[in-house]
Structure formats: C-alpha cells, structure tokens
C-alpha cells in the first residue's frame, strides 16, 4: 500500500525542478521494478524515481549531491556497507538533505547474492544493514529506518526474497537503467538514459553514484526532465515504519 503527500518547494530556486510529490510505501510485501518482477510502483505517466547504487564514493557522492540539491530533487541511495562505513560522512549528508538511505548488501559480492550460500547471503544483507543503520545514525537497531533493499545485480532467490519478505523489507528493481557500469562519455551517457526514459514513459531509474561519467552527466539529466516534463517523486517508508 502506498500513501501520497506533496513535497515541499524550492525556495530561492524558482527554475529548478523540485521534487513534486512524495510517496509513501508500506513496505510488507513490496517487489517493484519491471526489470526483475511483475509490477512497479503506482506512478503517474511522466513521473520518475531517482536512485542510485553502490556508495557513497569520494568525489562522485558529493557531486551528485551537489546536483541534486541545486534542483531541490529527493533520490534514494541503496548503500553499500563497506562504503557506508568507510564514509558514515556522506551518508550523513544524504540524510540531511532529504534522501532516502536504503540498503544493498555489504560487499556487493561478485558471485551475487544468488550464488552464496543462503547463511552466507543473509548475513551480506544484515551486515550491511546495520553498517548502513550505524554510518546513518551512529547506533543499529532490530528494525532500519528504511527498510528497503536491492539485491546487486538484481539476483534475488525465492528463499531470499521470502526471507527479506519476513523480514519487513521492500524489494526494489528497477524499470530501466542507465548502464553506468558500461564506459561511455556521459554525453553518450545521457543520450542513453534518455531513450529508454522516453520509451518507458516514466519509473524507476537505476544510476551508480560510483561513476565518474554519471556525476557529470547528472546536471544535464535534471535540466533535461525539466525540459520534457518529467516529474520526480521521492520514495520513503510509511511513517507507522520509521517509528522507533
């Protein structure tokens, strides 16, 4: 189930594109993102959510940080716990500025989630949740703040996702991508991104805020919304969720 509220505006950015309305998501039970499951979340055509992997990273954090805050824009940050470990500063600051901090296992292991263990799989996933909950919030708890989660390489198992299922966490794909992991120019890149936004109307974006190429490419991307008439709704738990 997923409950709506508007935004807050721009004050002092009068041009910039905003963030136009917030979306609420109980998670019990939450797969989205056609990439990898059924349905998606309940967007409006022309509305995108912003997210990005694998940080924080020296540099390309800040950033897109940077940019996002220059047009007042909410995304949602699927964190690393080494990284967000590593630099519990940066983590800080996407909270403070608004984002969401949700969690995408601890290592990013490159056999996968899939092909560990189940044990081995569970405890990547609660590991980086609580480096994540500590880097954020300086102490873990038995329930995260934001209990979503992206598996690396978006492979999930069934009993993975059962598990995270029991666990309270929505699951998150999503509905197209950059392709940031490919070297290109972040022209290419933006020119990329483009073409299957316009294709898929709208939806979940995946970036990487560990490229280079995507940083610089990210001003261009927000101007480039605004010019076309795409929306950006920011994603966070359902407030009866974050209670602590």
């Known amino acids: 189930m997923a409950t709506q509220a508007m935004a807050g505006d721009c004050p ?21 993102g ?3 499951f059924p349905g998606t979340l309940p967007l409006a055509p022309r509305e995108v959510v912003l997210t990005f992997d694998d940080g924080p990273w020296p540099k390309t954090t800040p950033a897109i ?31 403070a500025e608004g984002h969401t901090v949700a969690h995408h296992s601890m290592t990013h292991p ?3 989630l899939a092909k560990l263990p189940f044990e081995a799989a569970v405890a990547e996933i609660r590991n980086g949740v609580a480096a994540d909950e500590a880097a954020a919030y300086g102490t873990g708890g038995a329930v995260p703040r934001v209990p979503f989660f992206r598996f690396p390489g978006f492979a999930s198992t069934p009993e993975l996702l059962d598990d995270l299922d029991r666990s309270g966490f929505a699951v ?16 290419e890149e933006l020119a990329l991104v483009l073409k299957r936004l ?19 490419m990210i001003p261009a991307f927000l101007r480039t919304l605004k010019e076309r008439g795409y929306k950006v709704v920011h994603i966070v738990p359902a407030q009866k969720q974050t209670a602590r």
């Not at 950015?13 to 989205?32: F, N, Q, S, W, Y």
């Open 12 to 32: 002092g950015h009068p041009d910039a594109l905003g963030t136009e309305r917030v979306l609420e998501i109980d998670p019990k039970g939450v797969r989205v």
């Open 34 to 36: 056609t990439k990898s």
């Open 65 to 95: 940080l940077d940019a996002l805050k220059a047009e007042c824009v909410r995304a949602t940050f699927f964190l690393i716990g080494d990284n967000a470990k590593a630099r519990p500063a940066l983590v800080r600051r996407e909270l």
């Open 110 to 112: 490159a056999a996968t």
């Open 172 to 187: 998150f794909g999503a509905d197209f991508w950059a392709s940031d992991w490919n070297k290109m120019t972040p022209d």
């Open 198 to 216: 316009d294709s898929a109307g709208g939806g979940i974006v995946l970036f990487h805020d560990t490229k280079a190429q995507t940083a610089e």
